[in-house]
């Protein structure tokens, strides 16, 4: 990282002319009143905790403590997992800034054959949700009894389907469940948020849009009592919401998802532009997503649309290889849904997956892995569960990872604020996801505050550049035009800029740069952490005129006071804002600059990397006197660098031939 240098507000002021060329204007009216959040429709479980803490939710957003909360949710499968990777794994996803671990419970995995439930070792669901609560995780636990999850029957056992009706209310079927959610009630004991636990919900089935006797909104409804009876009294009891799905309004929340290509589809050829990089405006329920049901009829969650907050469960950081179909994502492909979505509405953010795994191989040798063999709708890989995920099945770190971490950032940080904003739609906007010209953007508001939301890249489609861009937002206090001069934005471009923001107190009446996160350091007084867009110049509005930082990062701009204090802009080069990890480390929350992965544990800062490379982190604030073997340390101005050069070399590789090489048959 570059030295962060302090700037003189003189030294930023710029004279700006006028357009060097033609100008398009980009309007939107966000002036008419938001409607506002209603209580007492969906039943939610036991919400406060020992401690009096408390979760809830409105029509609109949850809510921790009374205040809105914004959260981002990661999918982790503790049966697909090496038990003893599960500790540093779950930190590796705080520091990721996940703030919910989710996770199905497949039921082949703990009852293949019938008798006792296998709840040991990497199936051990209990010892799992612990850490997770160690590493400062919420959890949410998909019961099933269908999970699907890429597993075989969807995760119910071979000789459940093989003896009687699914997924449905056939009264054997439903004695298996009631004992399966005792099992997992059982495991969950004293780690729901009513005991001081971090369990906030449960998932009831997926995917589910059968009708008829005995199913729908009745078997949803069952499997919610059973659930109860078990013990499992959580604030929040979700089902999937896509695919035409059924359930009884008000008794659980809908989840929603997307993803950028259809690994399930019949077709070996490119796809069409999928919608989830476009806005939404209507519905918030995205195309096909893979259920293997299908559904004749609008589902309950287009009716519940005004009900229920906005919450997702399922937006795609990586995808299956699929043996007729194997997709291959880009991070942009991924990164670039994210201010699509929360532009869209979306008041949770939920990947699946973040954390990648294995199948585990079943009795006898037999694979627990979706078949058409088994009847299942597709072939997946009989081991690997990759699904290019930020995090690898060993927690390796994909380069997805660091375009995704200043997002989760900016939503611990701001996702309070953006949570009670409503979707405003602008002027134009393009006639379907296959219209690539029209430019894609929204604005989220409350009064005069809001973000901007703009999106330049869709999965496999160049999208041209838009030239002579500036915004026109009308706000009840007025229109707010920038940036104040036209600028280019570049083909797969995205991003998120603050419309009237306060920053402790100083109104930043915009920026063109993407918020990251707000620092409390100290003496150092309030920083707020600032990411560049792209071949967009960094300018900020604020009451004494407009100001620019160069895109070279590290700099440090005092815009005001608080409390005595200094308050800051700190923005950020490209390279930095990847590196960035912002952890809690000895009672301090600090900014961690690597290439390698960071967490915490114990209070002290861990890094992982390749053990033949020097292990290198400048932190800001300092650390006072840290100790480590072989740590090298030197101050930068405010940054101090850590170095740890480990002692081993490059291993030596002998190759011995075991027999003469022979030729290989032809394909």
């Known amino acids: 990282m570059n030295r962060i240098r302090t700037l003189g507000a003189a030294l930023l002021l710029v004279a700006l002319g ?25 039943k939610l479980g036991a919400a406060r905790s020992p401690q009096g803490h408390t979760l809830a939710a409105n029509s609109q957003y949850l809510l921790r403590d009374g205040q809105p909360w914004l959260p981002v949710m990661g999918e982790y499968h503790f049966s697909r997992a090496p038990a003893s990777q599960w500790a540093d794994q779950l930190r590796l996803m705080k520091a990721s800034g996940i703030d919910i671990v989710a996770s199905y419970v497949f039921w082949n995995h703990h009852q293949e054959l019938p008798g006792a439930f296998n709840w040991k070792g990497n199936h051990d669901l209990r010892r799992f949700v612990q850490l997770a609560q160690a590493a400062g995780l919420q959890v949410v636990v998909r019961l099933g009894p269908w999970a699907h999850g890429e597993s075989r029957y969807g995760g119910i056992p071979d000789w459940v389907v093989d003896r009687m009706p699914t997924r449905g209310n056939d009264a054997e079927y439903m004695g298996l469940v009631e004992r399966l959610y005792a099992e997992i009630g059982a495991q969950l004991k004293g780690l729901l948020w009513k005991d001081g636990g971090p369990v906030i919900g449960v998932q009831l089935e997926n995917e589910y849009n059968l009708r008829g006797p005995g199913r729908g909104e009745e078997h949803i409804s069952a499997l919610k009592k059973l659930a109860l009876k078990a013990g499992m009294d959580v604030p929040l009891y979700t089902v999937t919401g896509w695919d035409g799905t059924v359930y009884p309004s008000g008794e659980v929340t809908p989840v929603f998802g997307g993803y950028p290509d259809e690994p399930w589809a019949t077709s070996t050829q490119e796809l069409p532009p999928k919608e989830t990089h476009a806005f939404r405006f209507d519905t918030r329920v995205s195309g096909d997503l893979g259920a293997q049901t299908r559904s004749h009829a609008p589902g309950t969650a287009e009716t519940d649309k005004d009900k229920v907050p906005f919450l997702g469960a399922e937006y795609g950081p990586g995808l299956p290889a699929m043996y007729r179909r194997r997709t291959l994502v880009s991070p942009d492909d991924i990164a670039a849904m994210l201010p699509v979505q929360l532009g869209s509405g979306v008041n949770l953010f939920g990947y699946y997956m973040f954390h990648g795994g294995r199948n585990p191989v079943g009795v006898g040798g037999t694979g627990l892995e979706e078949s058409t063999l088994s009847g299942g709708y597709n072939d997946t890989p009989r081991i690997s569960y990759d699904f290019q995920a930020p995090l690898g099945p060993d927690g390796q770190q994909r380069p997805v990872l660091t375009k995704l971490r200043p997002f989760h950032y900016f939503l611990r940080d701001y996702g309070a604020r953006l949570a009670t904003m409503t979707v405003r739609q602008p002027e134009r906007t393009p006639a379907n996801p296959a219209d690539l010209q029209t430019p894609r953007w929204a604005v989220r508001a409350a009064g005069d505050s809001g973000f901007l939301f703009f999106n330049n890249h869709v999965r496999q489609y160049a999208m041209p550049a838009q030239t002579g861009v500036r915004f026109e937002v009308q706000l009840p206090g007025g229109t707010l035009t920038l940036p104040s001069r036209p600028v280019d934005i570049p083909t797969g471009s995205y991003f998120i800029w603050p419309l009237n923001l306060d920053l402790d107190g100083v109104k930043l009446r915009y ?157």
């Open 511 to 667: 920026a063109t740069a993407q918020p990251v996160a707000r620092l409390d350091a100290g003496a150092q007084g309030i920083v707020h952490v600032f990411a560049p867009t792209a071949g967009v110049e960094a300018e900020f509005a604020l009451a004494d005129g407009a100001k620019t930082m160069s895109s070279q990062g590290g700099q440090l701009l005092t815009i005001g006071k608080a409390g005595g204090r200094p308050v800051s802009v700190l923005l950020l080069s490209q390279q930095e804002a990847a590196e960035l990890q912002i952890l809690d480390i000895a009672g301090q929350r600090r900014l961690v600059f690597s290439a390698q992965q960071a967490w915490v544990a114990d209070g002290k800062l861990q890094l992982r990397g390749p053990a033949t490379q020097p292990l290198h982190a400048a932190v800001f604030p300092a650390l006072a006197k840290p100790k480590a073997p072989g740590l090298q340390m030197r101050q930068d101005g405010p940054l101090q660098h850590l170095e740890f050069k480990p002692e081993t070399s490059e291993p030596t590789l002998q190759i011995t031939a075991s027999r003469p090489a022979l030729t290989a048959p032809p394909c």
């Open 18 to 42: 006028p357009p060097a060329g033609a100008e398009t204007l980009l309007k939107l009216d966000a002036r008419a009143e938001a409607l506002a959040p209603q209580t007492g429709y969906l």
